[in-house]
């Protein structure tokens, strides 16, 4: 158990759609970090937030956008889905630069 | 950022070392190389990382080449429970982490 909690663990939904997947990092980790993982892509890099503020920025779309609460955690908003966008997205949590990132077990969407 | 180069398969004998080789020329002198792994259905899970020495944890040892364009990483025994994909990421910028495609790693009984 890594610590970092996603939900949802699944998300089925339509094009066009808006969702949002929710992410609890590790007590005390102050950095989160967004990825998307598809068979085509990989693992790709989309944000990361640390306290609060936007840190660096990676491939996320402009239909995607993010946002780090005071309670820490984090929130992935998707809108506008398109079938492209069906992955698995993860989120992990760390203490900062070049430290390890522990990532959760994801929410893989589907878009039908 | 770096980009890495990884054997996509590597096979291994239950309890024997295995050695899992990661090219990464163009990282930058003050990035870190970090292996994560990944087992079906979970996410990466942190293994190891460095950035000039030689590093052991519980868990496997890494050994960087004296120009930082390459590491290997050590799993001193395998066991059943080490088969994953194993990523060599490199090239961290304000923790960004760029993976690339992986090893697969098979452990035989």
């Known amino acids: 158990d890594s610590g970092v909690t996603q939900t949802p663990k699944h998300l089925i939904t339509a094009t066009g759609q808006r969702v949002t997947l929710r992410c609890s990092p590790r007590?005390?980790?102050?950095?989160v970090y967004w990825y998307q993982q598809s068979l085509d892509q990989g693992l790709q890099f989309l944000i990361q937030?640390?306290?609060?503020?936007?840190?660096a920025k990676g491939n996320i779309l402009e239909r995607f956008s993010a946002q780090q609460f005071p309670d820490l955690h984090s929130e992935l908003n998707l809108s506008s889905l398109e079938l492209g966008d069906s992955a698995l997205y993860f989120c992990?949590?760390?203490?900062?630069?070049?430290?390890?990132?522990?990532f959760g077990d994801g929410t893989r969407l589907s878009i039908l | 950022d770096a980009k890495t180069t990884q054997p996509n398969s590597m096979e291994s004998n239950e309890e024997e070392p295995v050695h899992l080789p990661c090219n990464h020329s163009t990282i930058s002198g003050t990035d870190y190389i970090h292996w994560y792994r990944q087992l079906p259905s979970q996410g990466p899970e942190y293994v190891i990382h460095?950035?000039?020495s030689n590093v052991n944890n519980r868990m496997a040892s890494l050994a960087i080449a004296e120009d930082r364009k390459s590491s290997t990483l050590i799993l001193h025994r395998a066991t059943l429970r080490d088969a994953a994909v194993y990523y060599c990421?490199?090239?961290?910028?304000?923790?960004?982490?760029?993976f690339g495609q992986g090893t697969i790693l098979t452990v035989h009984p």
């Open positions: 937030y640390y306290n609060g503020e936007e840190r």
């Open positions: 990421v490199g090239g961290t910028s304000y923790g960004k982490l760029t």
């Open positions: 992990a949590s760390g203490t900062g630069d070049n430290q390890p990132q522990h």
């Open positions: 007590s005390g980790d102050l950095s």
């Open positions: 460095g950035l000039t």
